[in-house]
């Protein structure tokens, strides 16, 4: 972990918070629906990728029509037959997951995995008045405004010296049907429960267990899981002091807006310093898209919303955790799907 910032850190400090509060600003002003959307591709966009290249862009776009097809056809079509949806979605996560693993693609798989969980777990509520078309369009022009947002920051908020590329990660054939599998069994897992029960309130935990998936194994998933869970605990403290401040005046969208920036700004330093990963910090600034996205509104404050949060969001990574260790034990007894740090 660095102790000190540098140029480009401070640059991307500004960048996440300018852009985490346009998108949540534009999507609260012009009245459109499912705001949390809006506010939360921005972080993701401009916390996990520090630069905006020809190769990010096409991964983006391409998150942006892949999950809509799966949403609109394979679940319009059989979202109404459990047997024959769980598998589809399964066969579509294995294969999400396969493109994180390689590493070329890492971005495309997750941003669609993050784009798909979340259409799912609203469209699965479809009966309920939450109609499944306005869901995705809401998401597909949330992915553009992030672009759009994200080029402009990037001139406005430039890097003041080049960036050094990470290293690549090569892995063996054992490890990525490792990953794969494991990954891929959970997030099943956690479909199959957000589908069953009425947990509509839940979409944090929801988001939840399919981040701390984002390491991809068994130790990198404890460290994941413990880290949002310190995230959403900083996350929601600093969301309901926010609230305390605000008082009466959290409807007012200027107010709204600059909280929102003061506290993503703040939190970006421990993002920025930690390599900017999907550490504590990233946990904490999601906590943010979702509470202020989802839960801020004239009619409804966040307090409610961040202390069910927290505790749905505990829920959910312990149950996954338990999952984690399960599948990647059994894996690791076998040669051809065990993982290169089993030890």
Known sequence: MKTQLSENDVQQML????????????????????PIFFTLYPILLLGLVAVLNGHIIRQFLAATVFPAMVVLVVYGLFGTHPLLITPLIAATF??????????TLFLFGAFSLVGLSLQLHFASYSNDGIDIYPLVISNIGAILLALG???????????????????????????????????????TLSFAVFQT??????????????????????????????????GTLIGCNLALLAQLVLLNYSDTLFFA??????????????????GGGAGTGFGVLTTFGILYGQSLSPQQDIIYSALYRFSSVAVA??????????????LNQHQSTRHHTFS
């Open 15 to 34: 960048r996440i918070a300018s852009g985490a509060t346009l998108g949540f600003t534009i999507s609260k002003a012009m009245d459109w629906p499912n």
């Open 197 to 230: 029960f009425d947990l509509v309130d839940s979409i944090s935990a929801q988001a939840a267990s399919i981040l701390i998936l984002f390491p991809l194994c068994w130790k990198g998933a404890t460290m994941s899981g413990w880290q949002r869970a310190i």
């Open 94 to 103: 294995a294969f999400l997951f396969w493109q994180m693993s390689k590493g």
């Open 317 to 330: 990574i312990a149950v996954s955790l338990c999952a984690i260790f399960v599948v990647h034990s059994l």
């Open 149 to 187: 947002i994200a080029f402009a920051l990037h001139l406005i908020f430039p890097d003041r010296a080049p960036r050094t590329p990470p290293p690549k990660v090569s892995k063996d054939q054992a490890s990525i049907r490792h990953e794969v599998i494991l990954c891929t069994t959970v997030a």
């Open 257 to 274: 807006s600059f909280s929102l920036w003061i506290l993503v700004f703040f939190v970006s330093r421990q993002h920025v310093l930690n």
